[in-house]
């Protein structure tokens, strides 16, 4: 340490404790002076140093922005595979200048048109996409079924292929006839619960009554909060209830249990119109109040406003 170093500190320590106080406030009211008249005198500097700030950070949002990578989905094909299995079907070899043989070979032109012996099955009534599913190389399999007038059902794959953005297709290969899906295993809820005529099957029927025939007004049965609209035009001129079963023990009570009490029930039904009668199954949510069953939610649809379609 240089003499006049040590020299200060060893003077310092031998002032007064208040003296070296008054010395340390000298020493900061000094350097605010000093930085205020660094910024009086460097207005310049300030200057530049504001008006690079906007260009670092536009700098950095630029690089930021080439590393975001936008990428759009690829259409699915499936509408396109199924006119194409639709007009195929529909097509000979030996009359290759129909309509429906045009149609599949502009979609299709390195696929062969099938040449049926005389008396073949008729062509199929309708054509439908069960399912796609894409490959690792960009290309779509999708599966249709073709139905025929006499109830027969024959499945097909058909492979599309598709541009990056997915506005133009092609069929790359002929359809393959293949097995149709097998019945998945579905999770039905637990309506164990046998509900007997009373306040709750009354307002189930009145109410499919109304959202169906349009005889009375639906809000009636809805809880609040509910929004829900009759079928229009209405389908149906009766309905009448078969039979309610409940997810809840609530459901079976001989009286309407306290407010807010909530139960999910399945309702079966017969609907009938001029032509024939039609068994339909509903579920619906009720909510207790006020002595009586209300509406909160008909899960066999999809929801709307407040409450539940």
Same mark, same amino acid.
């Given at each position: ?8 500190e ?6 007064p ?14 350097s ?19 008006t ?23 259409a ?15 097509? $000979?070899?030996?009359?290759? @200048?129909? +309509?429906? =043989?045009?149609? %599949?070979?502009s979609?299709?032109?390195? &696929?062969?048109? *099938? #040449? ?14 069960v ?8 290309g ?26 997915? $506005?133009?297709?092609?069929? @790359?290969? +002929?359809? =393959?006839?293949? %097995? ?5 295993? &579905?999770?039905? *809820? #637990? ?10 099957s ?15 007004e ?32 609530? =459901? ?58």
């Amino acid at each position: 340490m240089p003499p006049d170093t040590h020299t200060r500190e060893s003077e310092a320590a031998a002032l007064p404790a208040g003296v070296r106080l008054e010395a340390m406030r000298r020493r900061v009211h000094l350097s605010r002076l000093a930085v205020w008249a660094l910024i009086a005198a460097g207005p310049a500097a300030l200057c530049v140093a504001v008006t690079s700030t906007p260009t670092t950070v536009a700098a950095a949002a630029s690089e930021k922005s080439t590393n975001v990578r936008v990428s759009s989905a690829a259409a699915d094909p499936r509408g396109y595979a199924q006119l194409f299995l639709g007009a195929w079907l529909r097509s $000979t070899a030996d009359a290759a @200048t129909t +309509a429906q =043989a045009r149609l %599949a070979q502009s979609m299709a032109p390195d &696929v062969e048109l *099938p #040449d049926p012996a005389s008396g073949a099955p008729s062509v199929p009534t309708g054509v439908t996409a069960v399912r796609s599913a894409q490959r690792e190389n960009g290309g779509w399999s999708v599966t249709l079924a073709a139905q025929y007038g006499d109830g027969a059902v024959r499945y097909y794959t058909v492979p599309v292929v598709t541009d990056q953005s997915g $506005t133009s297709f092609t069929v @790359t290969g +002929a359809p =393959a006839v293949v %097995a149709g899906p097998s019945r998945a295993t &579905v999770h039905t *809820p #637990d309506f164990g619960v046998t509900v007997p005529e009373g306040d709750l099957s009354s307002a189930v029927g009145e109410f499919l009554t109304a959202y169906l025939t349009g005889a009375g007004e639906v809000d009636r049965y809805l809880a609040p909060g509910v929004t829900l609209s009759a079928v229009s035009p209405a389908p149906y001129t009766a309905v009448s209830v078969q039979q309610i079963s409940a997810a809840d023990e609530a =459901a079976a009570s001989e009286h309407v249990p306290a407010d807010g009490t909530t139960v999910r029930v399945q309702a079966a039904v017969d609907a009938e119109d001029s032509a024939a009668r039609w068994p339909l199954a509903y579920e619906l949510t009720l909510k207790a109040r006020s002595g009586r069953w209300e509406i909160a939610a008909l899960e066999s649809g999809t929801s709307q406003g407040g409450g539940a379609r």
